[in-house]
């Protein structure tokens, strides 16, 4: 192992800017106390919105460490100290805000619950927290399988809450999102119910149908995943459907300081003007999704990356030397296409950055159709595949072009077009051309490779677990493997055939205030998810 390498044993602030910035990305101006059972003045229609937006700073990190871990991005030329970014051999303290700030969003949340418990008038604020709460604890188990659920949230009562099997919580997670779509269906019939406001409800602006379609896509995107792993008392979903826009958050995002959208803000612009997170490129990995290697898709591509089709990339781990030259980002990032570098200037564009004033995406249109397209393949729902398949590329078209305001510019005006464009360019492609496929793993394996390349820096976490789960999209891992076949670090320490890692550690402070409970020998390497290959 390289000395270098050996003597990182931190990736350093530069590099994880995109989650210890979580506090200043995502503060919460109004942060409740952490015992959600003690008296408190903040009401539900108070605590919900700022719950939203500390959402969205979350959501921010989770798409960082995904995309770090899980295909998207590369080590950018001009920076060091990647340590266990290139290594995978993962410390406790590594991304350890996502356990912990989740926690403390969990507990906001679970403050509403406990407030409006047997209040009629406020069903739609139980509910709706109820449903943010299952979505939060879904992306827990998914990072770190068993985690404290039926004894946490609870304060003084359970100092030491005990740890749960994950399944368990999966099952249970369903059984909540049921009750939430009861809560908000008897508020219908309840004389002065409160309706959230589109200012107190950033994600659906108090749309309670959308709501119900939300919960039913989170409990479908749970019981696919656990497929095969457990069971469900439960498998059915109201009639209210899934989703089939986009679940933004956006509280009034503007460039102003502390009001910008959080994943601008990090790898975008500060609101004066100073430049993001600039220590990592595209992967080659992932490019080879556009540029015609695997596939071509030039209309995603130009909206999504700066210079594309000449974008720079590179293979995580591979450095500068003698023979190799790492381009380094430029302001704004690759990930943002528009010529405007300025900063204070910059914004109203396209693909996953897009503006200051853009929404924050919780799940997506695409991710719907395609989390439903694979569930009526593996038989959970009775649907078209081939039609959420191609709803799905359809889907992802319109979120990458549109502008922060929804709309369409010049540019690229014609989403709906491309799409249908881009299917016919790749008619061979088994990947593209869901009529070639003919099995379930065929199927299963265009629809993964499809959602990874909709989720690209979008809401990254996903396919990170998607892939950990199927083996979807296909890399090859073989020794010399090239930066277009793998996204593996060239200086992976894993023993696992694909040589990626499993999981993260559960963070310092559990080791520190919950001994007794948190698991003990986990491992990045040998320690699996329970839904995981």
């Known amino acids: 192992m390289n000395k270098k390498i050996n003597s990182m044993k931190k990736i350093t602030a530069i590099i994880l800017s995109g989650v210890v910035l979580l506090a200043s990305s995502c503060s919460k101006q109004l942060d409740i106390n952490n015992n959600p059972n003690a008296a408190t003045?903040?009401?539900?229609?108070?605590?919900?919105?700022q719950a939203l937006n500390y959402t969205a700073g979350l959501l921010n990190s989770f798409n960082t460490y995904g995309a770090q871990v899980g295909g998207y991005a590369a080590n950018a030329g001009g920076y060091g100290g990647f340590g266990t970014a290139f290594t995978y051999n993962f410390a406790s303290g590594d991304y350890g805000g996502l356990f912990t700030s989740s926690y403390d969003l969990l507990n906001d949340y679970q403050t509403i619950i406990n407030q409006s418990n047997g209040v009629p008038t406020y069903n739609y604020y139980n509910a709706m927290a109820k449903v943010m709460k299952a979505m939060h604890f879904q992306l827990l188990v998914d990072t770190y399988n068993d985690v404290p659920y039926s004894e946490a949230?609870?304060?003084?009562?359970?100092?030491?809450?005990?740890?749960?099997?994950a399944a368990n919580i999966y099952k249970d997670l369903t059984v909540q999102l049921d009750s939430a779509i009861t809560l908000f269906n008897a508020g219908a019939s309840v004389t002065g119910v409160k309706v959230p406001s589109a200012t107190q409800?950033?994600?659906?602006?108090?749309?309670?149908?959308?709501?119900?379609?939300?919960?039913?896509?989170?409990?479908?995107?749970i019981i696919l995943r656990a497929n095969g792993k457990t069971t469900f008392a439960n498998s059915t979903f109201s009639s209210d459907g899934f989703l089939t826009t986009d679940a933004m958050i956006n509280p009034g995002y503007t460039?102003?300081?502390?009001?910008?959208?959080?994943?601008?803000?990090?790898?975008?612009w500060s609101y004066t003007g100073a430049a993001g997170n600039k220590a990592w490129m595209p992967s080659t990995y992932s490019l080879t999704f556009y540029n015609g290697v695997k596939i071509n898709d030039n209309g995603r591509g130009k909206a999504s990356f700066y210079q594309y089709p000449s974008t720079p990339t590179n293979q995580l781990g591979q450095e500068t030397n003698s023979t190799v030259t790492i381009a380094s980002s430029p302001e704004g990032s690759f990930w943002f296409p528009s010529t405007d570098r300025t900063g204070t200037s910059a914004g109203n564009s396209t693909g996953a950055l897009k503006g200051p004033n853009a929404g924050m995406p919780v799940l997506t249109a695409a991710e719907s159709y395609f989390i439903q397209a694979e569930a009526a393949v593996k038989g959970i729902i009775t649907a078209n595949d081939a039609t959420l398949f191609n709803n799905g590329i359809v889907a992802s078209f319109k979120?990458?072009?549109?502008?922060?305001?929804?709309?369409?510019?010049?540019?690229?005006?014609?989403?709906?077009?491309?799409?249908?464009?881009y299917l016919t360019a790749n008619a061979s492609s088994a990947l593209v051309n869901y009529s070639l496929n003919t099995t379930s793993a065929q199927k299963t394996e265009a629809i993964i490779t499809q959602k990874w390349v909709a989720l690209n820096f979008v809401n990254s976490d996903?396919?990170?677990?998607?892939?950990?789960?199927?083996?979807?999209?296909r890399i090859i891992s073989t020794a010399g493997a090239t930066g277009a076949q793998t996204f593996a670090s060239k200086y992976s320490e894993s023993t696992r055939p694909d040589r990626l890692p499993t999981r993260l550690l559960y963070p310092p402070s559990e080791g520190s205030y919950n001994s007794v409970n948190v698991p003990k020998g986990i491992t990045p390497f040998t320690s699996l998810i329970f839904w995981a290959q």
């Open 41 to 49: 003045s903040a009401t539900p229609e108070l605590i919900l919105p």
């Open 153 to 165: 949230l609870k304060g003084a009562g359970a100092l030491n809450p005990k740890y749960d099997a």
């Open 201 to 221: 409800d950033g994600l659906f602006g108090g749309n309670v149908t959308k709501w119900k379609q939300f919960a039913n896509t989170l409990k479908l995107r």
């Open 255 to 268: 460039r102003d300081n502390g009001r910008q959208n959080p994943k601008w803000n990090t790898w975008g």
């Open 399 to 421: 979120y990458l072009y549109a502008l922060p305001d929804g709309t369409y510019g010049t540019l690229l005006p014609d989403p709906t077009g491309d799409a249908a464009s």
């Open 462 to 473: 996903q396919s990170w677990n998607d892939y950990r789960r199927t083996g979807y999209p």
